[in-house]
T-cell receptor, first 112, second 115 residues
Framework: AQSVSQHNHHVILSEAASLELGCNYS??????LFWYVQYPGQHLQLLLK??????LVKGIKGFEAEFIKSKFSFNLRKPSVQWSDTAEYFC??????????FGTGTKLQVIP | DAGVIQSPRHEVTEMGQEVTLRCKPI?????LFWYRQTMMRGLELLIY????????DSGMPEDRFSAKMPNASFSTLKIQPSEPRDSAVYFC?????????????FGSGTRLTVV
């Protein structure tokens, strides 16, 4: 079965620091990859997605992610975080079917 | 479009009572998903429907949980009887088959507390 690993459970950064959140998945075939963000008290929102083409994808709010097929990874990055980026971030993988598997999430706390 | 609408936003109930959570997907979306979110287990897929038909309910924790989708614009998740360990945030999400690669749209969730 498909699995998604997010190794960082809780990350604390100061404003303007750079961010990289790790995501690894287990499936070896064609995958679609997503990052979702959940702001405190809110529902999940799609941050960015990859399904083909350029492995470096750009999302909203200055976030980007790089798909490295050989490493089964889809890490999320942002060069300079803001306090408003405080949220929980979920990596998700879709094997081409409708069923999407989510990682356990990474809580990001940005200190002003 | 109003997005995926869930009700109620918060529910507090006593152990043993029946709880019904409701979801209205985005109009035209043909897939609907129920997820449960807890601190311990993160996001778990409970069940999903395609064209109102349940496709995969392997995530439903036990027989106390049931879900229905009587029509394309409404789904319910019922817990009977409820237990304190059912306390969680329950999310509904919908998607359009032709855009399966574009991710889901989530509702705002129902925070369930069973005391």
């Amino acid at each position: 079965a498909q699995s998604v690993s997010q190794h960082n459970h809780h990350v604390i950064l100061s404003e303007a620091a750079s961010l990289e959140l790790g995501c690894n998945y287990s499936y070896g075939g064609t995958v679609n990859l997503f990052w979702y963000v959940q702001y405190p008290g809110q529902h999940l929102q799609l941050l960015l997605k990859y399904f083909s083409g350029d492995p470096l994808v750009k999302g909203i709010k200055g976030f980007e992610a790089e798909f490295i097929k050989s490493k089964f990874s889809f890490n999320l990055r942002k060069p300079s975080v803001q306090w408003s980026d405080t949220a929980e971030y979920f990596c998700a993988v879709n094997e081409g079917y409708q069923k999407v598997t989510f990682g356990t999430g990474t809580k990001l706390q940005v200190i002003p | 479009d109003a997005g995926v609408i869930q009700s109620p936003r918060h529910e507090v109930t006593e152990m043993g009572q029946e709880v019904t959570l409701r979801c209205k997907p985005i109009s035209g979306h043909d897939y609907l998903f129920w997820y449960r979110q807890t601190m311990m287990r993160g996001l778990e897929l409970l069940i999903y429907f395609n064209n109102n038909v349940p496709i995969d309910d392997s995530g439903m924790p036990e027989d106390r949980f049931s879900a229905k989708m009587p029509n394309a614009s409404f789904s319910t998740l019922k817990i009977q009887p409820s237990e304190p360990r059912d306390s969680a945030v329950y999310f509904c999400a919908s998607s359009l088959h032709s855009s399966t690669n574009y991710g889901y749209t989530f509702g705002s969730g129902t925070r369930l507390t069973v005391v």
